[in-house]
């Protein structure tokens, strides 16, 4: 029977997908799981998720003998399968012919079959047969019983175009509770994102736990009121805010994301965007410029006069955070295709009047040979740079960390712009691009009077599906060190989780399709396609239970009437 290109409903889109004209498997009580060697993770999710929505056991059969040969290319039928791929069966094993995130997925009317090249792509081929059952494999429970649970016949061949495809959840500003961490996870997995970004520290906000430094939760983790609205609008919510991980915490998040191929990549912010920290510890601010002892953690958004002192007591005390962080995050936690050797200093947003004022800094300028401020916290970056390397880690910072000159080892995540990223890059450096103007989710979503606390520019779903992360100025050569991208959420005006869903819903599906999927310059991006997809998408969303916006616009409940927010007018910066 010949093959024909096929659509179906799949976000992010498959490099390729073909099927016959009839045919189709049906997953029922005597459908096994046959797992190989190196496919536990997929074995795992598929039982525990997709057994649970279905309402099957999905019992597990070790296939015997050796694993079956990959075929060369995509067989001329999908009915021509080996003979060890026994009828009503899932099959997972792995391919050393495909790479380590790729996968092959192959159903027919006997047997499903899901090759990857590594764990990772086995199991972005499960995510993709769970789309593939339609919404209600979405649920945690069966919610149609006696309802046939069918996939038309047809093979997918994928493999994602960048390795970095991350999401940054800011839990300083606004903390999310562990549980909401976890429920991240689980949409990131669904959309094939593998880099979830902990903003874990602030001047808002310490959220996770330091045992040798205690008073950074017991004092840094909490405020006692919070803005409401941008910093010009005149609202407060006057009850304390706070909340933080326990060490424990982190392990079972770290943990959680390992299983679904996710790298956790903790960012503790220095030497700017620090208030919470210098609260709990005063000794790690300008002593000799302010009296330190009075500060508060801040109840207040923007970029904060406060910063740490340039000491050595600074560097002995971070040098302490991190070593704990490095036992919380290991290097090794989703294996080699993976990003846990990172850590993420931040180095944003740092004013430098306190050091121009205070001769503690001046004198360490002057010490070490420096030229001006910037230098400075040029050498603060690099000290930690040289720091991790010795520990087999990876620095990354925001791309202020370019102002005096980059440390030889860091990478950068570029968000003022591309500008930075293609300094960066054409220094030899590794990138993440996250532009502000394309891929903050906090910027609003149309321009209409009803948007919630209405920030930046308007981003819509179609802007988020045409962004490119490979600005035309790098050339091929420079352009490898784009390691890939990042959509980041920035929860100054997202009090609860309901506002977090509903500034990164849908977007989050348009951008994890850029970040994944082999896509045509933008201009020539099929969005009516992409819509078209969402329509089934959105149901998957409501199966998980996510307040994303609407279509039409927010629901009665999600504006935020009276609230002032820092609309932008006009289309944003091309660079």
């Known amino acids: 029977m010949a093959q024909d290109e096929i659509k179906n409903d799949v976000i992010p889109a498959a490099r390729a997908a073909a099927g016959p004209v009839r045919g189709a498997f049906l997953f029922d009580q005597d459908t096994t799981l046959r797992a190989a060697p190196g496919t536990g993770t997929a074995e795992r999710w598929l039982r525990a998720t997709l057994g649970a929505a279905l309402g099957l056991p999905l019992p597990a059969v070790r296939p015997g003998g050796p694993p079956a040969a990959a075929p060369a290319a995509v067989p001329a039928t999908p009915s021509a399968v080996g003979p060890e791929q026994a009828a009503n069966s899932v099959r997972l094993l792995l391919d050393d012919t495909l790479e380590p995130e790729a996968y092959r997925l192959c159903v027919t009317d006997r047997s499903v079959e899901i090759r990857g090249g590594a764990p990772a792509g086995v199991f972005w081929g499960a995510q993709t047969l769970r789309q593939l059952l339609g919404p209600d494999a979405f649920r945690r429970a069966l919610v149609r019983p006696g309802a046939a649970h069918a996939i038309p016949a047809q093979v997918i061949e994928d493999a994602p175009r960048f390795r970095w495809r991350g999401l940054m959840l800011d839990v300083a500003r606004h903390f999310m509770p562990k549980d909401g961490v976890l429920h991240y996870l689980d949409l990131m997995a669904a959309h094939k994102l593998n880099v979830l970004h902990l903003h874990l520290t602030d001047d808002q906000g310490w959220r996770v736990e330091i045992k040798r430094y205690p008073k950074l939760t017991e004092t840094g983790s909490w405020r006692s009121r919070t803005k409401v609205g941008h910093r010009a609008s005149p609202l407060w919510e006057d009850k304390p805010h706070g909340g933080h991980y326990t060490q424990d915490d982190i392990r079972e998040i770290v943990a959680y994301a390992a299983e679904r191929h996710i790298s956790v990549v903790p960012e503790i912010d220095v030497p700017g965007h620090s208030q919470a920290a210098i609260a709990a510890y005063p000794e790690l601010g300008n002593t000799d410029v302010i009296d330190t002892t ?4 801040w109840d207040n958004w923007g970029i904060n006069p406060n910063v740490l002192a340039p000491t ?12 704990e962080l490095l036992d ?17 200093i931040g180095g944003d947003e740092c004013p430098k009047d306190q050091w121009r004022a205070s001769p503690a800094a001046q004198a360490r300028i002057r010490e070490l040979g420096l030229a001006d401020e910037d230098e400075l916290q040029a050498w603060f970056v690099g000290h930690f740079d040289k720091w991790l390397a010795a520990r087999g880690r990876r620095l990354i910072g925001w791309d202020e960390i370019l102002e005096g000159g980059l440390a030889d080892g860091a990478a950068m995540s570029s968000w003022r712009g591309y500008a930075g990223g293609i300094a960066a890059a054409r220094a030899g450096h590794d990138v993440v691009m996250c532009p502000e103007q394309q891929v903050y989710l906090d910027h609003r979503q149309d321009a209409g009077a009803d948007e919630p606390v209405p ?4 981003r819509t779903l179609e802007d988020v599906y045409r962004f490119e992360p490979v600005p035309p100025g790098l050339d091929a050569e420079h352009a490898r060190h784009v390691l890939g991208t990042q959509a980041n959420v920035w929860t100054e005006v997202m009090e ?18 850029v970040a994944w999927s082999a896509l045509p310059a933008p201009s ?15 149901r998957r969303l409501d199966a998980l239970g996510v307040a994303y916006r609407p279509p039409s616009g927010p629901h009665p409940w999600q504006r935020r009437p009276g609230v002032l927010g820092r609309p932008i007018d006009g289309p944003p910066p091309a660079r």
């Not at 050595?312 to 991190?322: I, K, P, Q, S």
């Open 496 to 513: 609860d989780s309901a506002r977090v869903d509903y500034q990164t819903f849908p977007r989050l599906a348009a951008f994890a399709e």
């Open 312 to 323: 050595d007591n600074t560097l002995r005390f971070y040098e302490g955070v991190f070593e």
């Open 524 to 538: 020539r991006r099929d969005f009516a396609d992409f819509e078209r997809r969402m329509t089934t998408h959105y």
């Open 294 to 297: 009075a500060l508060t953690v």
């Open 328 to 344: 919380l995050f290991p290097a090794n936690a989703t294996g080699a295709t993976g990003f846990s050797e990172f850590l993420h």
């Open 455 to 458: 920030i930046g520019y308007v």
